[in-house]
């Protein structure tokens, strides 16, 4: 009874440990404009008028894995609150368009978006954006502040 128990304890930490090895990592974050030829324009200022389409950017996520068919799989959800109240959850925003093969395992900068509109109040507001990884099942959020003027 005492082996089976130890055993069942190690099993449980090397699984443990194996979880803690598959996690994403990105390099940073960038709120963006979307320019006219469909490309993202880094918004140092991270300040946004009521109406614009506000774009978090996530920079590098690695750490992807592959399914048997040597593609990846991942989908992201954006959250954006306000004074601590969610005003917006949209989840699974890529669907069947997330499965792809990823060069090195890398989504070099995915993207999550809302359109805010004139009826929202100006003010600090808080864009939460989680990207899975549905192969492995982890994932990585990005928490920033912006404000809508």
């Given at each position: ?52 389409a506000v774009h978090l950017v996530m ?91």
């Amino acid at each position: 009874m005492k082996k089976e128990l130890i055993a069942l304890l190690l099993l449980i930490f090397l699984i443990g440990c194996n979880q803690n090895e598959e996690k994403l990592t990105y390099d940073k974050t960038s709120f963006a404009v979307q320019l006219n030829d469909g490309t993202f324009q880094p918004l140092e200022n991270k300040t946004y008028n009521r109406g614009e389409a506000v774009h978090l950017v996530m920079l590098n996520v690695k750490e992807f894995r592959k399914d048997n068919y040597g593609l990846n799989a991942f989908d992201i959800n954006v959250e954006v609150s306000k004074d601590g109240t969610v005003i917006i959850s949209q989840a699974n925003l890529l669907g069947e368009g997330g499965n792809i093969n990823l060069e090195n395992n890398i989504a070099k900068s995915p993207y999550g978006s809302f359109n805010s509109d004139k009826s929202l109040e100006p003010g600090n507001y808080t864009f939460k954006m989680t990207i899975k990884d549905l192969i492995t099942n982890t994932e990585v959020s990005a928490v920033e502040n912006f404000q809508l003027v």
